[in-house]
T-cell receptor, first 115, second 113 residues
Framework: AQSVAQPEDQVNVAEGNPLTVKCTYS??????LFWYVQYPNRGLQFLLK??????LVKGSYGFEAEFNKSQTSFHLKKPSALVSDSALYFCAVRDGTDSWGKFQFGAGTQVVVTP | DSGVTQTPKHLITATGQRVTLRCSPR?????VYWYQQSLDQGLQFLIQYYNGEERAKGNILERFSAQQFPDLHSELNLSSLELGDSALYFC????????????FGEGSWLTVV
């Protein structure tokens, strides 16, 4: 069985400061890892994904994420947060050994960026 | 705009009724996913189809059913509706499974009164 944990319900950060949203996962095989963002009353928007290769993945809107196999983590980061980054962020995992395995989402982390 | 189209955007209906939510995937995508998002349950995977065939099933109630048609659009049927079914229902699509990114529609807001 696969699972995703986002240990923080909410992350508060001041504008201009670094932003980190944490995600840990558990899968049987190699993980396919994804980050999505959801603005109020909107659908989820894809930010970035890790499939294989370089552990540091760069995505949309200045976000990046680092895959750490030993810690089974895939934390989302942004060097300098903007007020417009305030949104709900979801981490997701799929087991790479099962092409039709579930696309499992975490519970989400609310990011609040204050001016 | 992700290219995934969902209708209706909003729906209010009474308990005991039946509704159908419709989804058109992105052009070229063969796989369709349905998710339910509610405040207390988070984002729950319901069901996935690939080229008309069911591929994975999640926490979908027996009162709910779905199908994917030959033109690849999908419908989610919700029957004997209860107050607790009020939620945002998302459709997503991808080319196939595996490492392919899934792209979400804007969702259908269902309110059961």
């Amino acid at each position: 069985a696969q699972s995703v944990a986002q240990p923080e319900d909410q992350v508060n950060v001041a504008e201009g400061n670094p932003l980190t949203v944490k995600c840990t996962y558990s899968v049987s095989g190699n993980p396919y890892l994804f980050w999505y963002v959801q603005y109020p009353n909107r659908g989820l928007q894809f930010l970035l994904k890790y499939i294989t290769g370089d552990n540091l993945v760069k995505g949309s809107y200045g976000f990046e994420a680092e895959f750490n196999k030993s810690q089974t983590s895939f934390h989302l980061k942004k060097p300098s947060a903007l007020v417009s980054d305030s949104a709900l962020y979801f981490c997701a995992v799929r087991d790479g050994t099962d092409s039709w395995g579930k696309f499992q989402f975490g519970a989400g982390t609310q990011v609040v960026v204050t001016p | 705009d992700s290219g995934v189209t969902q209708t209706p955007k909003h729906l209010i209906t009474a308990t005991g009724q039946r509704v159908t939510l419709r989804c058109s995937p992105r052009s070229g995508d063969l796989s369709v996913y349905w998710y339910q998002q509610s405040l207390d349950q988070g984002l729950q995977f319901l069901i996935q189809y690939y080229n008309g065939e069911e591929r994975a099933k999640g926490n979908i109630l027996e009162r709910f059913s779905a199908q994917q048609f030959p033109d690849l659009h999908s419908e989610l049927n919700l029957s004997s509706l209860e107050l607790g079914d009020s939620a945002l229902y998302f459709c997503a699509s991808s080319t196939t499974g595996g490492s392919n990114t899934i792209y979400f529609g804007e969702g259908s807001w269902l309110t059961v009164v």
